[in-house]
């Protein structure tokens, strides 16, 4: 196998506004650490050379014969940049969020050939939390929507945000719905949802080739101050076993999600709540690596990276867009 592949961090390769406030801060920490993660996995593939992403506030790179450092140029956009890049390589693996169709723009810009992740189609469903629910829940998957009775909170949240930005809890139904009225102007659209008690969790998958595994149960640690708002503290990645009591109803729960939105490919997570009465119910879908794959390959002892780039080849080869 040969191949050079660019890899693009949206916040650490020159995606990050210059204000230096605390919340980009701790964003660029998390992407910092699913880009290492990447390209260290890459680097250790035979045959594969890895351009990696980076900027002024990013620093250094994973040190390895087989990676570079590449900058956007002086006043070049991340469009423009991805875009130059692309036409210098094989394979393109780009971690961005959703937000604004950020992710869904990359796609289209770099195209299917070169493309490591998700197609258009599951990444415009998985892009809105609004539509991934209600998506979800016309199949049958148990989302806050479906069976939400006695509920005593609700969350308001950006319709295409990411992690726990921008998201609140609240005690009343009136409270939730003036805060989303405050969204709506002007700003980003929002969405409200019943608030699910029980355990948070995040379900690591490897897709495509269909097929769907469940790679680890993973908790997530999740605060609400005083004010509402929701703060995301980690992953602890494997938490729960794979024959764990509880893993073959995740199992099922993954392998719907995947039937549900077949265009899931490569590493994807879904976050879940695990309801003491109903047991999982989906909260979110991401089409792209999340923060569960860092040090996911170690714990696995396997190289993810190199499953994932292989699968692509096959589907190239098989002619699978």
Not at 105 to 128: F, L, Q, Y
Not at 157 to 165: E, L
Request: charged share 20%.
């Amino acid at each position: 196998m040969r191949q050079r592949i660019f890899v693009y961090e949206h916040l650490s390769g020159g995606g990050l506004a210059d204000d230096g406030g605390g919340a980009d801060a701790e964003l660029l920490a998390m992407g910092l650490a699913m880009r290492d993660a990447i390209v260290q996995d890459l680097a250790r593939i035979e045959g594969v050379t890895v351009s990696c992403a980076t900027s002024a506030r990013a620093g250094c790179v994973p040190a390895s014969p087989r990676v570079t450092p590449v900058r956007p140029e002086r006043g070049e956009s991340p469009f423009g940049f991805v875009r130059r890049q692309t036409q210098l390589h094989d394979r393109v693996w780009i971690v961005a969020p959703e937000s604004g169709g950020l992710l869904a723009c990359m796609r289209k810009m770099v195209g299917k050939e070169r493309w490591i992740g998700c197609d258009s189609t599951a990444i415009r469903i998985a892009s809105s939390k609004g539509a991934t629910s209600e998506h979800l829940t016309r199949q049958g998957l148990r989302t806050p929507f479906l069976g939400a009775s006695g509920v005593s909170r609700w969350v308001v949240k950006p319709d295409d945000g990411a992690g726990a930005v921008d998201t609140r809890v609240h005690t009343s139904f009136d409270g939730a719905l003036a805060d989303l009225a405050r969204r709506k102007r002007p700003g980003p659209l929002g969405t409200l949802e019943p608030w699910v008690d029980g355990e948070p969790m995040s379900l690591s998958l490897l897709c495509g080739g269909g097929r769907t595994e469940l790679l680890s149960i993973n908790r997530q640690h999740i605060r609400i101050d005083d004010g509402g708002v929701l703060h995301y503290e980690g992953v602890q990645i494997g938490a729960l076993a794979l024959d764990d009591p509880r893993a073959d109803a995740l199992r099922d729960t993954a392998s719907r999600v995947a039937q549900a939105i077949p265009g899931l490919r490569g590493f994807c997570g879904v976050d879940v709540v695990w309801h003491p009465q109903c047991g999982p119910v989906v909260i979110e879908v991401n089409p792209r690596v999340t923060c569960a794959y860092v040090g996911l390959s170690a714990a696995l002892q396997r190289p993810l990276a190199s499953e994932i780039v292989a699968m692509f080849m096959e589907q190239e080869t098989l002619g699978v867009a």
